[in-house]
């Protein structure tokens, strides 16, 4: 079962990067399945690759805010809630580092340390925009969208597969 929403699909763009990625990590799989390639560089491949997806998704949400002026539709809960994750993802490397007195593990998991900075980059964006430049424009409605009756604009349908 599908669920189109209006007239919003998947980009060609979109479509493409997640082509390559799959391909990408197929590829380095196969390899590694076959011992052409080490289980800990592919497990770093992976973690890059979620590196890029997590930066790439915060983007169309701070443009279509930045656009519209206004964070009204979006939860700033899960924005709140995700900053403190971040923090504490990087305040626990840093207490490890600590207490192991290893400073050079601080890198040591750059994936890690990499989406907590990302995650507390984007989620400051969004605090600022939600609590400081568009804080007077949440109640208003915007000229450029329009808001739908009761999930009107939901559409479900099958295939016979």
């Given amino acids: 079962m599908f669920v189109q929403r209006s007239k919003q699909r998947v980009s060609y763009v979109t479509t493409l990067i997640i082509g390559l990625f799959v391909l990408f990590l197929t590829i ?16 770093y491949f992976y973690s890059y690759i979620q590196i890029v997806v997590s930066c790439i998704r915060y983007i169309p949400q ?12 979006w939860s700033i809960g899960y924005v709140l809630f995700n900053f403190i ?3 504490l993802s990087i305040i626990q490397m840093f207490f ?3 207490n192991y007195d290893d400073w ?6 750059i994936t890690k340390l990499a989406l907590g900075i990302l995650t507390i980059g984007f989620n400051v964006v969004f605090i600022i925009q939600h609590y ?8 208003q409605q915007s000229d450029d969208y329009q ?6 604009h939901v559409q ?4 016979d597969s």
């Fill in 28 to 43: 380095t799989t196969i390899l590694t399945a076959f011992e052409k390639m080490n289980l800990l560089l592919l497990i």
């Fill in 62 to 73: 701070i443009l279509l805010n930045y656009r519209r002026k206004s964070t009204d539709g």
């Fill in 85 to 87: 994750g971040g923090i």
């Fill in 96 to 98: 490890l580092a600590f």
């Fill in 104 to 109: 050079s593990s601080l890198l040591g998991s």
């Fill in 132 to 139: 400081i430049l568009y804080k007077n424009t949440s109640k």
């Fill in 147 to 152: 808001i739908l009756d009761d999930n009107a």
């Fill in 156 to 159: 479900t349908t099958t295939t």
